[in-house]
T-cell receptor, first 111, second 113 residues
Framework: QKEVEQDPGPLSVPEGAIVSLNCTYSNSAFQYFMWYRQYSRKGPELLMYTYSSGNKEDGRFTAQVDKSSKYISLFIRDSQPSDSATYLCAMSGNTGNQFYFGTGTSLTVIP | NAGVTQTPKFQVLKTGQSMTLQCAQDMNHNSMYWYRQDPGMGLRLIYYSASEGTTDKGEVPNGYNVSRLNKREFSLRLESAAPSQTSVYFC????????????FGSGTRLTVV
């Protein structure tokens, strides 16, 4: 069983839609949770970071962590064509030496 | 621009050849990492250096060696390339251990034929 599971999609939505991206994990020791955005042929860039459970909002993006269910989500409101990318979840335990990444969900926002 | 610089961007090797991937960061970060990214596998950690002078194996270290040359530079060496090492390689850095996120380079696309 992989440490982190992520639906690869692809996901295609119209501009302005609300997008929900999700990951599940198996290791209850994970404390740090992140979302990265990766454009084609580029390196991943950090989008959101949360510690332990709860919600975090940054503009159109909201990250949620439910440690009891071992489930994390990223919501994108008012999605834009520029949001078209692959979204990677990542998480680690307290040492933070190794982050475990999901395989990524490919998102296309259609104008 | 501040960030992580990787060279080369593209490389084709023949089986058995060796090469070194270079990585440098100018953010004064302590920790540096090498990942590979393969379709359907996600990003997997090859080696990391938590601080200058230390290196440790990650999830998939076989066939690779690393050198933390100084605080800025962290190189990855393939001694005898194999087709299974065809991948996109990303270097990343981070200020300290703990919860801060990585800054990634733009990647090296390596093909071993």
């Amino acid at each position: 069983q992989k440490e982190v599971e992520q639906d690869p999609g692809p996901l295609s939505v119209p501009e302005g839609a609300i997008v929900s991206l999700n990951c599940t994990y198996s290791n209850s020791a994970f404390q740090y949770f992140m979302w990265y955005r990766q454009y084609s042929r580029k390196g991943p860039e950090l989008l959101m970071y949360t510690y332990s459970s709860g919600n975090k909002e940054d503009g159109r993006f909201t990250a949620q962590v439910d440690k009891s269910s071992k489930y994390i989500s990223l919501f994108i409101r008012d999605s834009q064509p520029s949001d078209s990318a692959t979204y990677l979840c990542a998480m680690s335990g307290n040492t933070g030496n190794q982050f475990y990444f999901g395989t990524g969900t490919s998102l296309t926002v259609i104008p | 621009n501040a960030g992580v610089t990787q060279t080369p961007k593209f490389q084709v090797l023949k089986t058995g050849q060796s090469m070194t991937l270079q990585c440098a960061q100018d953010m004064n970060h302590n920790s540096m990492y090498w990942y590979r990214q393969d379709p359907g596998m996600g990003l997997r950690l090859i080696y990391y250096s938590a601080s200058e002078g230390t290196t440790d194996k990650g999830e998939v270290p076989n066939g690779y060696n690393v050198s933390r040359l100084n605080k800025r530079e962290f190189s990855l060496r393939l001694e005898s390339a194999a087709p299974s090492q065809t991948s996109v390689y990303f270097c990343a850095s981070r200020e300290a251990q703990g919860g801060y996120g990585y800054t990634f380079g733009s990647g090296t696309r390596l093909t071993v034929v």
